[in-house]
């Protein structure tokens, strides 16, 4: 038996003339989560629907599981799941019966489907929504109940795209501790992403992809040193000083400085302390209030924005129905 998961040599899609996924090549071994890291329209959901035998490779091979997905499609079916972008659970059915519908077509008995699918709802904290309408499910719970269905039989390799897309934080955590529980049952997991912090988390290994190529691979802290030998990381005290405090550092150190959801922070990568000293002198010159600053690691946004040019979050990939134009 293959150490790998997951092996890719030049695999490409096109569409229209145009290259979705332009020679990838990837490996990914049994176990842990890998992450497949890059912004919207660079060819992660292809990826993904060509390596789960959705999608036709139109050059290039690929091998799951030790099986080749255009030859051996059915084999690597009867072994791997997939929980895409959108729910693929029947919104008119229970949670309880959608689950039991899943493990009869998946062979169980009546009453065999009724105890797995109380495991499930029992494990993703759904015991008490079992007999309520999916359709009636908050956003988390649609994606915990979308991952039971995808684990009704533990497969040895799971894909899951974008999983926490559009969640809260408290659901996003939920959906965390769920991919580690699957790992430790030592089920694979292929983890498609476009939020950096999650790839962080989660992820033992890392590929970044952008326009149909992986770019960067390694460890999260393997890549954040390949960028730099640290960042800069500031707090003003008056978020509206912010636009002008990311000139006044970008200019000081001569980099481009990444903005964060914190309408107050600002970071850029450094090479030494004495240049970030001076970019911290300068933003008080300007009369700018510094409430916190510090100097650490890179975060993967700006090994992103370093790799690429361009944050995570860019792109306009429409999202695609993983479930549609099998093989």
Known sequence: MTDLAIETEKLVKTYNGTPAVDGIDLQVERGGVHGFLGPNGAGKTTTIRMLATLLRPDGGTARVLGKDVVHQADEVRSAVALTGQFASVDEDLTGLENLVLVARLLGYSRSGARRRAAELLDAFGLSEASDRLVKKYSGGMRRRIDIAASIVVTP???????????????????????????????TTVLLTTQYLDEADQLADRISVIDTGRVIAEGTPGQLKASVGSGALHVRVRHP????????????????????????????????????AMRAISELEAQGITVAQFSLGQPSLDEVFLALTGHLAQSGDEPATDLTEGAA
Do not use: H, K
């Open 156 to 186: 040895e390799l799971i894909f899951l795209d974008e999983p926490t897309t559009g969640l809260d934080p408290r659901s996003r955590n939920q959906v965390w501790d769920i991919i580690r529980a699957m790992v430790g049952a030592g």
């Open 240 to 275: 509206e000083d912010r636009p002008r405090a990311a000139e006044i550092v970008a200019r000081a150190l001569g980099a481009e400085v990444l903005v964060a959801s914190d309408p107050a922070a600002l970071s850029a990568t450094v090479e030494s302390s004495a240049p």
